[in-house]
Nanobody, 124 residues
Framework: QVQLVESGGASVQAGGSLRLSCAATAYTYRHYRLAWFRQAPGKEREGVAF????????RYADSVRGRFTISQDSAENTLYLQMNALKPEDTAKYYC?????????????????WGQGTQVTVSS
């Protein structure tokens, strides 16, 4: 059973930075992708960024491109999300997810395993 545990969420002021971490147990996909999603109260869960296991290619939502960076430490089975220049609209609960390399990477249903989430609150 794959387990994902996020950490690093906090309350910060606009313009600040945070680094989220997601520690994962080993997964057995041959090719997989890891992703960060977020969900604000009353809103749908939206994809923020993903990274592919082979080659490490990444993609970002337009709303975070240039401010957020996704990375992974394969040896430690840890996924990161470096968030810079945070804005109040980045306030949400952030989740990491892992799934097979199929389908639209920004659709939540294409991921099989999820963490419990970590809260990020950005004040103006």
């Amino acid at each position: 059973q794959v387990q994902l545990v996020e950490s690093g969420g906090a309350s910060v002021q606009a313009g600040g930075s945070l680094r989220l971490s997601c520690a994962a147990t080993a997964y057995t996909y041959r090719h997989y992708r890891l992703a960060w999603f977020r969900q604000a109260p009353g809103k749908e869960r939206e994809g923020v960024a993903f990274i592919v296991s082979s080659g490490g290619s990444t993609r970002y939502a337009d709303s975070v491109r240039g401010r957020f960076t996704i990375s992974q430490d394969s040896a430690e089975n840890t996924l990161y999300l470096q968030m810079n220049a945070l804005k109040p609209e980045d306030t949400a609960k952030y989740y990491c997810a892992v799934g097979d390399y199929v389908g639209d990477p920004f659709i939540a249903s294409n991921y099989d395993y999820w963490g419990q989430g970590t809260q990020v609150t950005v004040s103006s």
